[in-house]
């Protein structure tokens, strides 16, 4: 009897441990990572959503970028870490097309993270250099066609959304072109900006305001049809027929990750992403908000299931690999 009655108190005291522990969670900050630099399209979503989650999560998110190789060093970082809500991971579309692209990658998406939910769907925009003088895509589409030797195109490195678009670019155009990688779009637009790279894919939370500003020149969006924000870019597919890409932004958690912490981080990002605050700056930037069925761990799983299944293919036919 008294056996049978510690036993019962053991499993009561456990179970109250874990649910304190719960209600303690998070004790300290949490660690978002962003796979690509400060200042870019990522990053700016980023730290928008850790901002309006950690009132309703009752802590704080603190963003740290770790860029480079197209955001597959800060997804393995991620992979690798602990699976106690202390590390997350802030990716995108890259998360579906870097199983395609890599031969060797150090993790596996769909194993080794716990998606949250998913948050915003970002279109991209066809942007050059200032000093570009062709005015619309068909001109300048057929000015990288006769200068395809001279042109290059900025990307965030191979696994990158802006690296996607330029394959896809240079598929739909048959010309092959320089591309030059860096750490994020951030830097890159840095480049454009000055003039040292001639032409960018990139979406419309980091060009937005440069577009607006008369500061980058604009030749058209990714999306199906035209966007509210740019009523004058037409899409890029009235030049190259078929051509439509969307960045969709995840929220992951390490593999292991306790189901009580994904489902107070899940609450806590559907709490966010209906803050007007939130709300707002993504319509000022173009982006648009998952609808609620992909705002949940099971939704968000299986729109990066679809994606590597939509993805692979299409690589594999453009024969494009990095080790
Ligand atoms: N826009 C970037 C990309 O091409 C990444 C970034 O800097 O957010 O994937």
């Not at 803050?275 to 968000?300: V, Y």
Request: charged share 15%.
């Amino acid at each position: 009897m008294f056996k049978k009655i510690s036993k019962i108190a053991a499993i009561v005291s456990i179970t109250m441990a874990a649910g304190s522990a719960l209600a303690a969670y998070p004790e300290k900050p949490i660690s978002v990572i962003v796979p690509f630099a400060a200042g870019g399209p990522t990053d700016v979503v980023g730290r928008t959503l850790a901002q309006a989650m950690s009132k309703p999560l009752g802590g704080s998110l603190v963003v740290e970028n770790v860029g480079g190789a197209g955001g597959t060093i800060g997804a393995g970082k991620v992979a690798r870490a602990p699976g106690d809500g202390y590390t997350l991971l802030f990716h995108h579309i890259g998360m579906s097309t870097a199983p395609a692209l890599y031969r060797k990658l150090d993790f596996k998406p769909l194993d080794d993270f716990i998606p949250i939910g998913a948050v915003v769907d970002v279109p991209m925009t066809l942007i050059a250099k200032p000093q570009t003088t062709q005015t619309n895509a068909k001109e300048l589409i057929a000015h990288i066609r006769a200068n395809k030797d001279k042109i290059n195109l900025a990307n965030a490195g191979v696994g990158s959304a802006s690296h996607l678009c330029g394959l896809l670019l240079q598929n739909a155009m048959k010309t092959d072109l320089t591309t030059v990688p860096f750490s994020g779009t951030g830097p890159a637009m840095t480049a454009l900006l000055g003039g040292n790279v001639d032409v960018m894919c990139d979406q419309t939370t980091n060009t937005t305001g440069q577009i607006k500003g008369g500061k980058i020149k604009a030749f058209a969006v990714t999306s199906k049809g035209k966007l509210a924000t740019f009523p004058e870019l037409p899409p890029l597919a009235s030049e190259l027929p078929g051509f439509e890409v969307g960045v969709w932004h995840i929220l992951y958690a390490p593999k292991n990750t306790p189901a009580d912490v994904v489902n107070k981080l899940q609450g806590a990002l559907q709490t966010a992403i209906k803050d007007p605050a939130f709300q707002s700056k993504m319509k000022e930037l173009g982006a648009e908000i998952m609808p609620a069925d992909r705002q949940t761990s099971a939704g968000a799983k299986s729109l990066l299931q679809a994606e590597i299944t939509k993805w692979a293919p299409i690589i594999q036919a453009a024969k494009i690999y990095a080790d």
